[in-house]
């Protein structure tokens, strides 16, 4: 288990701990995890093959929509894409129109002000050598929803 994974563990079983004791933590202000199960995943999508690729007339394709949509069935909930351009949907996110923002986006993403962002669920080396950690954002607050998805990366073992 990779230093990523073990800190997940934790976090999560931190999480489960206290939950055992009647607090309610995490929370979600906007009750995200709780519309999304057993109903819609709006995911914003932006190109950045092989991690997202957009269609025209199809749904979103590549690494990230693969992980999303297992994530989705593991909550019985159908996708709703939205492709866009990273501000433009960070913006959505923020105006709490979309769940989940997917797109390549690394750990030393710029949107940190703007969104929750995921311990980094992958590594890849850039062309030039260089380490990159993969994370997924969320809305700002939605922590009950931010731990279940890096609940589901943990052990769905990112990139498949």
């Known amino acids: 288990m990779g230093r990523i994974a073990r800190s997940l563990a934790v976090i999560v079983g931190a999480v489960i701990a206290l939950s ?24 914003g999508v932006s190109a950045n093959p092989p991690w997202t690729d957009t269609h025209d007339d199809r749904e979103p394709s590549g690494i ?21 351009g990273e501000s433009t949907l960070v913006s959505a996110l923020e105006r709490g129109e979309l769940d989940i923002v997917i797109g390549g986006i690394l750990d030393d993403t710029p949107w940190v002000d703007q969104a929750a962002m995921t ?40 990139v498949t």
């Open 119 to 158: 311990l980094p669920y992958t590594d890849s080396t850039s062309e030039h050598g260089d380490r990159e950690r993969h994370v997924m954002l969320t809305r700002m607050g939605e922590n009950a929803f931010l731990v279940e998805l890096e609940r589901f990366l943990l052990g769905n073992g990112g």
């Open 64 to 84: 990230e929509p693969r992980l999303v949509q297992r994530f989705a069935d593991e909550l019985n909930a159908e996708v709703e894409w939205t492709e866009g």
């Open 20 to 43: 055992g004791c009647g607090l309610a933590i995490p929370a979600d202000p906007h009750g995200t995890l709780d519309q999304v199960r057993d109903g819609s995943l709006r995911v």
